[in-house]
């Protein structure tokens, strides 16, 4: 499979099979993340492997309170047809953490300190199209409160829990998002 077709097929996956994942495919998963560009390769991520059912349970909890005040806030109705069952499902969830203090040259810039999460959002899409070239499904899952995921993952305050990544066969075909035309979002300057 080329890379291009990899990127297209790629869909986020909300329903998985529970057969676990072994050893060496999530090393392989892990290989890709840590293989995404970093500012200065100070390399800002750090990996947390879950397949505790009783961690996953906690980060299941979390995500529906955070869900009940989401729905609150926003009043989106699809809230409430959204189910997060998939992160007790999922065999594996790989949290990234990231280093703020290793951020890049923008630390010294205006607006600068986002770069250590530019460079964890590579290593996950990294992680998402691994997974697809391994036929596994992935879910880049983020609706969660930091100083929660901290306390549930034990991670410490001066850290960034970014993202859980939701890993595991899937229990079924996730359905095609679509995309904007790119001309409507790309201006050239020649
Ligand atoms: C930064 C980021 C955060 C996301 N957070 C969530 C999330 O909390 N829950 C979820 O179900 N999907 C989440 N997604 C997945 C998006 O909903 C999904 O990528 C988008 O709808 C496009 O669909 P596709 O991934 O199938 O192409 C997130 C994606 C990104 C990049």
Redesign the pocket.
Known sequence: MDLLTAIKE???C?NYLPDPLDDETIRTLLESAVWAPSPANNQPWEFIVITSPEVKESIFAEAQERRKILFEKSGWKWLNRYEVDFLKTAPVIVAVVGDPEKTGADMFLDEGYKAYQHACAAAIQNMLLTAHSLELGS?????FDKSAMRRILGVPAEKDPI?LICLGKPGGS?FQ?PRKDIAEKTTYLR
């Open positions: 790629r869909r986020s909300r879910l880049w899952f983020t609706l993202a996730s998002t």
